[in-house]
């Protein structure tokens, strides 16, 4: 089946600092990414759509300046976390969607990015 | 706009009971429908999906039917394990959309 991949699985980082979370599609190319937090014991929140090749495109809430993402080719979406404080602390999880025509739509997950913010 | 409804848990069973997680749905058209399933600390995998009325998804022994009449995707296995303890969620994906809408979650402890 399809696998996404990030890195790092978990990064503790002092406030003030930037934060860089890659997801990868490893065998599949995926043209949308999608980045979502989630909260302990909440389901996950959609912060962002990647489209490769062009801006992402931010749900209503997230700051596009905090929060950069960038999809630079078919298998690759970075979320850069800039100037990070401790209320950015969360499980950041990423997506990539395998469309093939004729087929379903589906979304495949990568196993998440535990960041800790001191 | 879409939105997706389940049981709240958390859901506490003994090894070999049966599961039912409830699911129901909001959407215009026809959505695809999907089970994830987050282990602890881990992302989400897809357990299993439908994409029209009727069809049955199945995976590990989950079984999932796309019920349009009553809008609902129950997800139920027949004998769960230790190993199913996990959080479950029911989510779709609208017509002309590729976004997926996610429920809040259902968690599910198994004990032997």
């Known amino acids: 089946g399809a696998v996404v991949s990030q890195h790092p699985s978990w990064v503790i980082c002092k406030s003030g600092t930037s934060v860089k979370i890659e997801c990868r599609s490893l065998?599949?190319?995926?043209?949308?990414m999608f980045w979502y937090r989630q909260f302990p014991k909440q389901s996950l929140m959609l912060m962002a759509t990647?489209?490769?090749?062009?801006?992402?495109?931010?749900e209503q809430g997230v700051e596009k300046d905090k929060f950069l993402i960038n999809h630079a080719s078919l298998t690759l979406s970075t979320l850069t976390v800039t100037s990070a404080h401790p209320e950015d602390s969360s499980f950041y999880i990423c997506?990539?969607?395998?469309?093939?025509?004729?087929?379903?739509?589906?979304?495949?997950f990568g196993p998440g990015t535990r960041l800790t913010v001191l | 706009g879409n939105s997706v409804t389940q049981m709240e848990g958390p859901v506490t069973l003994s090894e070999e009971a049966f599961l039912t997680i409830n699911c129901t749905y909001t959407?215009?058209?026809?959505?695809?429908l999907f089970w994830y399933v987050q282990y602890p600390g881990e992302g989400l995998q897809l357990l299993l999906k439908?994409?029209?009325?009727?069809d049955k998804g199945s995976n590990k022994g989950f079984e999932a039917t796309y019920r349009k009449e009553t809008t609902s995707f129950h997800l139920e296995k027949g004998s769960v394990q230790v190993s199913d303890s996990a959080v479950y969620f029911c989510?779709?994906?609208?017509?002309?959309?590729?976004?997926?809408?996610f429920g809040k979650g259902t968690k599910l402890s198994v004990i032997p």
């Open positions: 997506s990539a969607r395998e469309w093939l025509a004729g087929e379903t739509d589906t979304q495949y």
């Open positions: 065998d599949f190319q995926a043209t949308t």
């Open positions: 990647s489209n490769e090749g062009s801006k992402a495109t931010y």
């Open positions: 959407a215009t058209g026809y959505p695809s």
């Open positions: 439908a994409t029209k009325a009727d």
């Open positions: 989510a779709l994906i609208g017509a002309g959309s590729y976004q997926l809408t």
